[in-house]
């Protein structure tokens, strides 16, 4: 059993397609394919079921899946422990960060690392926090900077780096606009609730830290849409489709904040790493530029 089996077997079963697994892992797909049928026959089974187009793993699947999982991060992790003890900083850092961190955060601190450390390849992707999050835990990303989960994940090192302070917007011609102007007295939570929201995601982190705030008073969000993407939020808060909670460094002319009669609402920014896994020497010296900009955030 080898590792480039285990690999084209992962690949697979992640995309439940041999033609997009190869696309995965640059491969041939009957490349794949001759891998996935020496793993079967050393093993002496089938992993998977294959019915027309469709790829579902087996009984026998499944329980290799978890196992092969853990053989390629312990044979990953040995590499970069090997590697490690040159001291060069050096070889591919798969880092995932959310978009709005990637706009927002990221690119004065990516251009100083580049900078300092040009052997680096880094390997970036643009994903959702939740999803950044399960590629850390399962080892096919070595860290991630994007919004921090509202409770503690057992197999992850989390260090906060900023806070987003979360603003109640909406257009500058809706109606909760025209209360805002004719009145000094904050709105309530309730009378939000009489116009339509939009929002991220419902199994966000961000959303579940908004809807946390409105259940603590008894009431249900009233979302007519949602999306992940904080840009695409704005714009279409902008045009009156509903008010909206945006980090303030996102409000411009096209937005009004509202005045809302509760607490601050922050969401933690952060990065996460596995606490099993060693760290390549680019991961390290990733986390020595965000420790250097979190100890700087403090100071000011």
């Not at 001291?87 to 709005?100: D, E, F, I």
């Not at 390849?121 to 860290?143: I, N, R």
Request: charge should be negative; glycine fraction near 4%.
């Amino acid at each position: 059993m080898d590792t480039q089996s285990l690999q084209a077997f992962l690949a697979v079963a992640e995309t439940q397609s041999f033609s997009r697994a190869a696309e995965q892992l640059y491969l041939t797909q009957p490349a794949v394919s001759k891998r996935i049928a020496t793993l079967e026959d050393q093993l002496g089974t089938r992993l998977f079921d294959r019915i027309g187009r469709r790829i579902a793993l087996t009984e026998a699947g499944n329980v290799l899946l978890p196992k092969a999982q853990h053989i390629l991060f312990t044979v990953e992790d040995s590499r970069r422990a090997l590697a490690n003890l040159s001291g060069q900083v050096g070889g591919k850092l798969m880092l995932a960060t959310s978009h709005h961190i990637g706009l927002h955060r990221l690119p004065p601190l990516l251009k100083q690392y580049t900078h300092r450390h040009p052997e680096v390849a880094l390997d970036l992707h643009f994903l959702d926090s939740e999803l950044a999050y399960q590629g850390v835990v399962d080892g096919t990303l070595e860290m991630a900077i994007v919004t921090l989960a509202p409770h503690p994940v057992e197999q992850l090192h989390v260090v906060e780096l900023w806070r987003d302070r979360l603003c109640f917007v909406c257009a500058t011609d809706h109606p909760l606009a025209q209360r805002t102007r004719h009145t000094s007295s904050p709105l309530s939570l309730t009378e939000l609730c009489e116009f339509n929201c939009v929002l991220p995601g419902a199994k966000t982190f961000t959303r579940t830290l908004i809807g946390q705030r409105f259940a603590e008073v008894g009431l249900q969000l009233p979302v007519s849409m949602a999306t992940n993407y904080l840009e695409t939020l704005k714009m279409m808060c902008s045009v009156g489709l509903g008010w909206s909670l945006l980090p303030e460094n996102m409000i411009d002319s096209e937005l009004i904040e509202l005045n809302v009669d509760t607490a601050p609402i922050q969401r933690p920014l952060g990065y996460l790493v596995h606490t099993s896994r060693t760290l390549s020497n680019a991961a390290k010296k990733m986390i020595e530029e965000l420790e250097s900009a979190r100890h700087a955030t403090l100071n000011i």
